[in-house]
């Protein structure tokens, strides 16, 4: 996600064209040279978006893009498995524009971004957005409180990230440390569950899991996530990437069915497999860059189903 404590930001998928061409009902069409994107459009070689290999891995809650290409499909063929379980049949084609073609997007920022315009951000189409608040036990975003509050003034739901340090302390104790600094929730149909941010390490390359072994790690999750619900009464989502997630926790499958899913996969035209048993994901960090500040991600859904999201149902 956004970077704060370092200059450094390597950024994977280039090309982001066609980047959120993803219909919800299982349609995506690239055009020959033009591919629709849901911020706009993007220019297209014959209609294919490649995705560059490489990760984009930045300080304090940067996604790290997965390597590989990726085409849209086309037609019934798409693959239904990304959708949600409450996502149904369209059966009604007039409905398409509502429920299918334009998904609610939205950015996730942390203090890199410092003052976020939000007025700004609406008209340009955010209907949500997720703030860093804290990482490991020692760090509070100094703009949390500003951003946060500003998004819900101009009628965004949002929620709150933390992103994790393994290496530092326990699951339970960063856990309780997020929830004391904003990342409580609230069934009030504004406030989206706490997140989770867990990827590679931004401190050191060779350490890339944290020093932790996969059980180990999958334990830590599971001490965060214990907490969080031990809290909030919500399970937080998790925010990774498939290769990270294949690497350090052996593909765990411990959490796709208790777990929203939040992936970043950057520069390609779908979100691409999933990691983990999960079969759908609920946000798609799709790029670093777009018309909203900060990173750009959709939800798989309605804005109806946005709102029943954040209530908990």
């Known amino acids: 996600m956004a970077r704060e404590r370092t200059p450094a930001r390597r950024r994977a998928g280039a090309l982001a064209a066609a980047t959120a061409a993803l219909a919800l009902t299982g349609t995506a069409t690239l055009q020959t040279g033009t591919a629709t994107a849901l911020t706009g459009t993007a220019t297209t070689l014959t209609g294919t978006a490649t995705a560059q290999s490489g990760t984009a891995a930045t300080v304090t809650g940067t996604a790290t893009a997965s390597t590989g290409t990726a085409t849209a499909p086309t037609g019934a ?10 996502a149904g049949a369209v059966t009604d084609r007039s409905d398409l524009p509502a429920r299918a073609a334009r998904p609610p997007r939205g950015p ?3 203090s890199y971004q410092k003052h976020v315009d939000w007025p700004a951000a609406r008209t340009e189409g955010a209907r949500f957005v997720y703030v860093k608040a ?11 409180h500003r951003q946060y509050t500003g998004a819900r003034t101009v009628g965004l739901i949002r929620g709150a990230y933390h992103f994790a340090l393994p290496d530092r302390s ?3 104790r960063q856990a309780a440390y997020f929830v004391r600094h904003g990342g409580d929730w609230r069934a009030d149909g504004w406030t989206l569950p706490p997140a989770l941010d867990i990827e590679d390490n931004p401190y050191s390359r060779e350490l890339t899991c944290y020093g932790l072994g996969q059980g180990r790690m999958v334990r830590w999750i599971r001490s965060f996530s214990d907490e969080i619900e031990r809290e ?9 990437t498939t290769r990270w997630w294949r ?3 052996g593909d765990s499958r411990a959490f796709s069915t208790t777990h929203a899913l939040w992936i970043a996969r950057h520069g390609t035209s779908r979100p691409g497999k999933l990691p983990g048993g999960w079969r759908c994901w609920t946000f798609w960090q799709y790029d670093t860059d777009g018309g909203l500040p900060g990173d750009q991600n959709l939800f798989n859904g309605s804005a109806s189903r946005l709102r029943d999201f954040a209530r908990g149902r």
Do not use: H, K, M
């Not at 804290?134 to 949390?144: A, G, L, V």
């Not at 909030?232 to 990774?240: A, D, F, H, N, Q």
């Open 232 to 240: 909030t009464g919500r399970r937080p989502v998790i925010y990774t």
């Open 170 to 172: 326990s699951g339970a």
């Open 77 to 86: 063929a798409a693959d239904r498995s990304v959708l949600p379980p409450w």
């Open 134 to 144: 804290t990482e490991s036990t020692d760090y509070r975003n100094p703009y949390f």
């Open 247 to 249: 690497l350090c926790t």
């Open 108 to 110: 996730d920022v942390s």
